[in-house]
């Protein structure tokens, strides 16, 4: 399925299987989740996509085919593939373990081709193991929305009352992990979203209301994944003294001013780029032993628009999933 133009729509095509280069992997594609930086992207609000291209960062496949240079993984190994699909290891960044930052880093889907499609392209070293009771399309959204949201919960430190600002994929995965390890969670949707709140309830959050609205007591830290800058001083405002407010989103509409003192009583404000690869290796052990479980809605590849067109509008709890015939 191809972006062929900023706006869309993605067109399906036929396209010859990629070759690989020497340290690559390719791969049948098993099931892809569907991001909120899928619509960014469609819709033109990031930078540079190199287009045309295949959009989808949280690829479950297996292995089909394996680059000369690569002796960690064999002919039908399951992996997962990130958003972060290459970094060079030798700048500032890499040096000190943030190539989450590195300014010569490839992603998926954006600067290459992902996973919208029925084989796709790896670098070997970028991608990871995939825990094992997991099926296809419940392991595809634990790499962006899971291991994004696991980054976005490191920032924000061991609080333990934790809101959550926007509850689509990746915020029903860390409602799971806070619940895992013991803390509150509590879920900020949009004003009048009875059933995402109902769900926020049903995987063990504290208390699920509309983010418009003040926190049913102070919070600790809170976690922004609606890519609304409006949510900021809400944000602010709902954690205590010294609280983190961490956005988790790729983009965010403006943040519209607000007074000092919503800041001010050493409150934190920080964004998360990307992830690293110890990110996802502690995440993906961390899934399996808190048996996190993503709600996965399964689309066939050929319906990707739909799939795109029913996250914009919320039609969906939990995480869109394309699925491949074969
Ligand atoms: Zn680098
Ligand atoms: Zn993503």
């Known amino acids: ?55 989808g960062h949280e690829i479950v496949g297996t292995v089909e085919r394996a680059g000369a240079n690569v002796t960690r993984l064999h002919v039908g190994d399951r992996v997962g593939v990130p958003w972060l699909g290459w970094a060079c290891g030798r700048c500032r960044f890499c040096r000190r373990g943030a190539e989450n930052l590195c300014p010569y880093a490839r992603f ?25 009771a997991l099926a296809d399309a419940e392991a595809a959204p634990l790499l962006c929305a899971g291991l994004i949201g696991y980054r976005t919960l490191r920032l924000a430190g061991d609080a333990e009352r934790v809101g959550l600002y926007g509850f689509g994929a990746a915020a029903h995965l860390v409602a799971q992990v806070l619940r895992h390890q013991g803390r509150r969670a509590f879920a900020f949707t949009r004003p009048g979203d009875t059933r995402t709140q109902e769900f926020a309830r049903g995987l063990g959050c504290a208390w699920a209301g509309d983010s418009t609205g003040p926190a049913p007591e102070p919070l600790d830290a809170a976690l922004i994944f609606a890519p609304d800058g409006a949510l900021v001083p809400l944000a602010l405002r709902a954690v205590e003294p010294g609280g983190v407010v961490v956005c988790g989103g790729i983009h965010m509409s403006p943040i519209p001013s607000f007074p000092y003192e919503t800041l001010w009583g050493e409150r934190v404000l920080r964004s998360v780029a990307n992830l690293t690869r110890r990110d996802g290796t502690e995440f993906l052990r961390l899934a399996g032993d808190a048996g996190l479980r993503a709600e996965a809605h399964a689309y066939p590849l050929a319906r990707a628009n739909d799939a795109l067109d029913d996250l914009r509008h919320g039609r969906f709890t939990g995480a869109a999933v394309l699925v491949p015939g074969h």
């Open 1 to 55: 399925m191809l972006l062929e133009a900023p706006g869309g729509p993605l067109r399906d095509v036929e396209r010859p299987v990629p070759a690989i280069g020497f340290g690559d992997v390719l791969l049948r594609v098993r099931a892809c989740g569907v991001c909120r930086t899928d619509l960014h992207v469609l819709d033109g609000e990031l930078p540079d996509p190199v287009l045309p291209l295949v959009l």
């Open 108 to 132: 998926t889907g954006y600067q290459h081709d992902g996973g919208y499609a029925q084989y796709t392209v790896a670098d070997a070293d970028f991608v990871f193991p995939l825990p094992p």
